[in-house]
C-alpha cells in the first residue's frame, strides 16, 4: 500500500510524512558495524550515509537495496549480455567467450597453464561513487585466453568502472537478438525464496513442472510437491538434461493433452541447473543449452536456470573416471598446489590461484541459458550463498521485466525483502572490493574448490576406481557415482551407517516415480519407460501407463568434496570402497548360491 | 488438540526434508565421515570477524570463538531457527506468557501475569510515577523458576545494568504478578519457529492453514500489508468484525460467525466455516486499540465455542506504554504530556554510554507490565502467536518468530525451511549474541528505553492533536504502538482530503486503505456474502435466519486517517 500512497506524493518538495509505520533512527541498538574480511579490510556500516540506519531499517524497494540493486545490474550486464532495466552500464551485448568445451565429455580446462593473475590490491580502497554513467561494455575479440595476467593496481582502484572494464573473452558466437526483452532483477533470501517466488508466480497446483531425473532435493520436496506439482522427468548424460529426451517427453505430454487424456495443462516450466548439477556435478555445453532453449521454444516453455553453482566452475583437466593417469597427475598438482595453505590462512593481500591450479574467473564462466536466450524464456536464479556465504541469505532473479514485478510483488509478500543488515554489508562490500577485488575473490574461490575437487577426483580414482563410474568435477561441490552391479541401496545404506560414513543415496534426488511414493495418484504425465520405448509409443500415439516401481538404472550415490577436509575426504572414500566391495562380494554369492 | 482439520492442503503435503533425516540417522554416531551435506566450507567465506557497536557502546562481536563468524555465514539447518537465539526466546516466552514450551531451559510455574488492562476504557495506568525497575541479579547459568509472587516492584530503584558482559541465559525474570489466570493443566506444550520477520510468518501461518476460498476473520480495518500482500493473493474471503476501543468486538465476533455457521449449513456459503481469525491485539494497525484482558478472554471463549484458531499479531507488544491521557480534547492531561515527554527526549537521542532507563515522569511498563497475551489466555492451543523483532531492535534484521502448539510448529517450520531455509543467519546469530551480551537486565533496560521513546513521541502526537484537531477530529490518546487513528466529524469525501492534503504537502494513510468490508467486491471479487451491512441490521438477520446479500459499498462511516507518531521527528 503505502508505496502506491507515497508515490503520489514522490514529487512533492517539502512533504511532511505521517504515513509510514518506520521506527525512527533512535529505536535502533546498533550505531555501527564492522566485518572484517579475509583480506583485512574492514568494511564498517556507520553514520556515514546513514548506513547502520539503513542497515536496521526496512528497505522499501520491493526489488531490492539500490546499491546492491545496482551493483548486480551492472554485472549482469557485464557476465550475461542482456540488457537489463536502470542498468548502469547499458552498453553493446556483451558475447561471451567461447565455452571452453563444447563435446559431451565435458568443458576442457584452460589452457594457460598457470592462470596466475597476481592482484596486489591491498587493503581498503575507498569505495568510490557508483558512475552515473557507465562506459560501454567493451565487447572486443581480444583473447583473455592467453593466460596474461591483469595486474590490478595496487592501492585504490575505481570499483565500478574496473567492473565495466571486465576483460570479457570473447568468440562471438551468440548474440542477443535486438526484440531481446529487458530484463530486471529482483533480490531474495536465497535462491530457494527465488525459486519458491517463481513456483508460486508461474504454477498453479495440479500443473506439471518438468525436471531432470535427479534433481536439487530441496526444491523437490519443499516447494515442487507441497505445492502439488507434477513432475515430468527428463534423462540426463554427462552434459546434464538431454534436449532430445526433453523435445519428445513434450511431444507426448503435448499428444496427451490434445487428446483430452491429461489431467492438466501442458508443462509450462523447466527447472534446470546447469552448472555443477545438483546432484550429477555435470555442466551443460553451450550447444546442449541452445538446443534446450529452442526445444522450450518449440513448446512455449519458460525456463528456471537455477545457476548456484555458477560461480564455483573450474574446468578441470581431468578425464572422467579409470584414467588413473590422469587422476595422479591431477593428485600430484593438488598437493602441490601452494595456495591452499595461503587460501585457508588470512592473508592480509589477495593472492589468486596459481601453481597449476586453472581457474577460468569471471571471464571464463560459461555463457548462461540467459545469455542465449533471446525471447525471454529464461527465468535465471543466482545466489551469495556458494560466493559469499549461505548466511547472508541473499539471492537474486533475473527475469524478463514485466515477470520482474509480479516476483517482487510476492516476495515483498513474503519477506519484505531480504534481509536489510546483509544487503548493506553486502553492497559496502563489494563496493569496497571493487571489481578487481571481486574478480579475486572469485578466484580464490575457484581455486579452493578446484583443489578440493582435484583431491577427491584423485581420492576415488585410488580407491573406486574398478568399482564405480564418473566424471571428473569441473564445477559446484559434488561427485555422482554410480555402482555397477545391481545394489541394494538400502542395504547399502545400513552397511554405510556400520562404516561410519554418510552418503547421499541417488534415489533421494530421483524425480522419476516420485508421485507415487509421496501417495499422488499414477500421473499420466510420468515417463516411465526407457528411452527406446518411448519414441515406439509417441509413434504409437500412446503410453503405457504403468508407473515406475521398476528399475531406476545403478545405484548412485552424491559424495559433496566441499564441506569436509581433503584428509577425511580420502578417509571416508576408503570407507565407502570397503562397503561397496563386501556388498558386491555378498552380491556374487548370493548369485552363485 | 487434533490440528489436522485446520491444516491446508499445501501443509498437508509437507514432509520433513529426507536429507535432513539422513543426516539426524547419522548424527549419534560417534566418529563419522559425512560426505553429504553440500556446505561450503569455511575457508570459502569472506568475513572472519563481525563487530556491531551498540547505542550503550557495547561491542558485539562474532569471530572466531565459539565459530560464530562462520556459523554467521553458513547455512542454519534447524528448521526452528539458531539453536541459542531460539533457547533464549523459549526462555522468554515462558516468561512472559507462561505457557509450557518444548526444550525450553526454563519450565518452573508458569507466570501469570499482571493484569494492567481492565476495563473496555483502555488500558489502566501504571500508578506508580516512575516505575523504576529493580533489576535483581546477574545471572546464573541455570534460571531459576520464575515466581509468582503478588509482589509489586513499582517503586523500587534503578539497577543499572552491569557493564561488561554479564552471563548470557537470563536469570528468572522478575515478573510481577497478581494473580489472575492459571494455564489449564492439558493446555499443550508449544515451540517456536524463528521467521524472516512477522509478514514471513504470517505467510506462513496463512499457507500452512487456509487454502484458496477459505474465509478469514479480520478486522473491519486491518494491517494491509497482510491483506494486500498475503489473504488477498491467497484467495480468501474476509469476513470483518467491527471493532471499538479495544479492538475486536467479541460480541459482533459471535454474531458473525453464528450467521456464517447458520449460511454453511443451509448451503448458502460456497466456502467452508470460517477457521481462523486474524487480529493485532496490541496498538493494532491502524487503529491503535489495546485490548483489554476481559475482552482477550471473551474472544477466547467465542472462538472455542466456533472452533476457530486465532492468529495474534503482537507486533506491536514490545511499544506499550498505557498512558494516561484520556482521548480527545483534554488539554490539560496533555500539556503535563507534552512536559514529560520533552525532558525525556534530549536522554534518549543522544548516545550515552551507560544505561539509563526510563525517568523524568515517562511511566513505561517495562516488560513486567506488558499486557497479558492471549498466548497466555489460551488454554486449548488455539493461538498462533506472532512476535516481531522488527519494532523491538530493527526492521532490518529481519527477525520474527511464532509460537504455536508443538503440532502445528514442525508443519510451519517446514514452511519456513522450504521459503528460504529459515532467516538470516548472519542477524541470528548476531541478535543472539547481543542478547546473551545484554543479559535479560540489559534486555529489559532497553525494553524499557523504547516505550519510554515511543511514550514521549506519543504524549507529543497527542498534545500536537489535541491543539490542533480538537474541534475537528475524535481519536483515542495512543497507549501502545506507532499509530494515531484520527476520526473526522462531518460527512467529508476522502478522495477530495486527499487530493488536499498533496497540495498542503502532508501525507497521512486514509482510512480505506485498511478497510476490509467490501474490500473483495473492490478488487473485482465476486460479491461474497460474507462482507456485511452494518451491525444494527445483523441481528436482525440472524433472528430471521437469513442474511441480506447486499455487499460492501454502503457507508464506511466517518472518514478515518491514520498518523503515524514514529518514523518523524516530534
Not at 40 to 59: F, I, K, M, P
Not at 304 to 318: F, I, N, Q, R
Request: proline content about 8%; overall charge negative; glycine content about 12%.
Amino acid at each position: 500500500m503505502p508505496s502506491g500512497l507515497v508515490h503520489r506524493f514522490a514529487g512533492v518538495d517539502g512533504v511532511i510524512s505521517l504515513a509510514a509505520g518506520l521506527p525512527p533512527a533512535e529505536a535502533f541498538p546498533v550505531t555501527e558495524l564492522t566485518a572484517r574480511t579475509v583480506d583485512g579490510q574492514d568494511v564498517t556500516l556507520g553514520s556515514e550515509g546513514r548506513q547502520a540506519y539503513l542497515a536496521q531499517q526496512y528497505n522499501f524497494n520491493p526489488k531490492g537495496y539500490d546499491p546492491l540493486l545496482k551493483w548486480l545490474r551492472n554485472l549482469t550486464v557485464e557476465l550475461h549480455g542482456v540488457q537489463v532495466a536502470n542498468a548502469p552500464a547499458q552498453g553493446p551485448v556483451v558475447v561471451k567467450k567461447k565455452e571452453p568445451g563444447t563435446a559431451a565429455g565435458g568443458p576442457g580446462g584452460d589452457t594457460a597453464a598457470a592462470v596466475a593473475l597476481t592482484v596486489a590490491a591491498a587493503a581498503t580502497p575507498p569505495p568510490p561513487p557508483p558512475p552515473a554513467e557507465a562506459e560501454a561494455v567493451t565487447a572486443s575479440g581480444a583473447g583473455g585466453t592467453g593466460g596474461a595476467t591483469a595486474a590490478a593496481p595496487a592501492g585504490p582502484t575505481d570499483a565500478e568502472s574496473a567492473a565495466v572494464a571486465v576483460a570479457v573473452a570473447v568468440a562471438a558466437t551468440t548474440q542477443a537478438s535486438p526484440e531481446a526483452p529487458v530484463r530486471d532483477l529482483v533480490l531474495t533470501s536465497g535462491a530457494i525464496h527465488a525459486i519458491f517466488a517463481i513456483i508460486s508466480c508461474l504454477t498453479d497446483p495440479g500443473d506439471t513442472i518438468v525436471v531432470d531425473e535427479y534433481t536439487y532435493t530441496h526444491a523437490l520436496e519443499c516447494v515442487f510437491l507441497p505445492r502439488g506439482l507434477r513432475l515430468l522427468p527428463i534423462r540426463g548424460d554427462r552434459e546434464g538434461l538431454d534436449a532430445e529426451d526433453l523435445d519428445r517427453q513434450l511431444q507426448l505430454a503435448t499428444a496427451e493433452a490434445a487428446a483430452g487424456r491429461g489431467a492438466c495443462r501442458r508443462p509450462r516450466l523447466l527447472y534446470t541447473i546447469p552448472t555443477g548439477h545438483n546432484p550429477t556435478g555435470a555442466v551443460m555445453g553451450e550447444q546442449r543449452k541452445r538446443r534446450i532453449l529452442e526445444v522450450c521454444e518449440a513448446h512455449d516453455l519458460l525456463i528456471l536456470e537455477d545457476d548456484a553453482y555458477y560461480w564455483l566452475y573450474y574446468p578441470y583437466g581431468g578425464e572422467s573416471g579409470d584414467n588413473p593417469g590422469d587422476v595422479e597427475r591431477g593428485e600430484a598438482e593438488a598437493e602441490a598446489e601452494v595456495e591452499k595453505g595461503e587460501l585457508e590462512g588470512r592473508g592480509g593481500s589477495i593472492a589468486l590461484a596459481r601453481g597449476g591450479i586453472r581457474v577460468p574467473g569471471l571471464e571464463g564462466l560459461p555463457p548462461s541459458l540467459l545469455h542465449l536466450d533471446t525471447c525471454g524464456r529464461v527465468i535465471r536464479v543466482d545466489t551469495f550463498s556458494k560466493l559469499l556465504g549461505p548466511g547472508y541469505r541473499l539471492g537474486w532473479i533475473t527475469a524478463p521485466s514485466p515477470l520482474a514485478a509480479k516476483l517482487a510483488n510476492w516476495v515483498q509478500a513474503s519477506t519484505v525483502g531480504p534481509c536489510s543488515v546483509t544487503q548493506v554489508l553486502v553492497a559496502k562490500l563489494l563496493q569496497q572490493w571493487g571489481m578487481d577485488g571481486f574478480k579475486a575473490y572469485v578466484r580464490k574461490l575457484q581455486g579452493l574448490y578446484a583443489s578440493r575437487a582435484a583431491m577427491a577426483h584423485a581420492a576415488v580414482s585410488a580407491h573406486l576406481g574398478d568399482l564405480a563410474e564418473w566424471q571428473a568435477p569441473h564445477a559446484g561441490m559434488f561427485m555422482w557415482i554410480q555402482i555397477p552391479g545391481d545394489l541394494d541401496e538400502g542395504a547399502l545404506l545400513d552397511a554405510l551407517v556400520a562404516a561410519k560414513v554418510v552418503v547421499v543415496p541417488g534415489s533421494m534426488f530421483a524425480t522419476r516415480g516420485l508421485q507415487a511414493t509421496l501417495g499422488w495418484a499414477a500421473a499420466p504425465t510420468q515417463p516411465t519407460q526407457p528411452q527406446q520405448h518411448q519414441q515406439q509409443q509417441l509413434e504409437e500415439g500412446t503410453r503405457q501407463e504403468s508407473v515406475e516401481t521398476g528399475p531406476r538404472g545403478p545405484c548412485c550415490l552424491r559424495l559433496s568434496f566441499a564441506g569436509c577436509p581433503p584428509e577425511d575426504f580420502r578417509e571416508g572414500v576408503v570407507r565407502l570402497a570397503n562397503v561397496i566391495r563386501a556388498a558386491l562380494l555378498s552380491r556374487g554369492a548370493q548369485e552363485r548360491g
